[in-house]
Nanobody, 126 residues
């Protein structure tokens, strides 16, 4: 069974940056579309960014547009989410997820993602 492992979370000061990593065993991530999701305290999980398998196109939630990049490194079978100029509202549990759909956007429903990482905690605080 495909297993995703996400990592890179931690405590970061406001205005700082972080890079989250998503890797997988038993399957090449470049054959899947990947999304990064965030669940903030007391809120529902929401997509932050995603990258499509078909053409590498990317899509971002409005709250992170202009300060986040999702990218692939096929050599290491890893998908990254980099976020800078971090704000307290970026706090949450971040999870990567994989979908068999060739094209995904931030409007793609969660149920279209079949495999999930365990989540990594990101806390933005001074």
């Amino acid at each position: 069974q495909l297993q995703l492992v996400d990592s890179g979370g931690g405590l970061v000061q406001p205005g700082g940056s972080l890079r989250l990593s998503c890797t997988a065993s038993k399957l090449n991530l470049d054959s899947l579309s990947i999304g990064w999701f965030r669940q903030a305290p007391g809120k529902e999980r929401e997509v932050v960014a995603c990258i499509s398998m078909a053409d590498g196109s990317t899509s971002y939630q409005d709250s992170v547009k202009g300060r986040a990049t999702i990218s692939r490194d096929n050599a290491s079978n890893t998908v990254y989410l980099e976020v800078w100029n971090l704000k307290s509202e970026d706090t949450g549990i971040y999870s990567c997820a994989a979908s068999g759909w060739a094209l995904v956007t931030t409007s793609t429903p969660e149920h279209e993602y079949d495999y999930w990482g365990q989540g990594t905690q990101v806390t933005i605080s001074s």
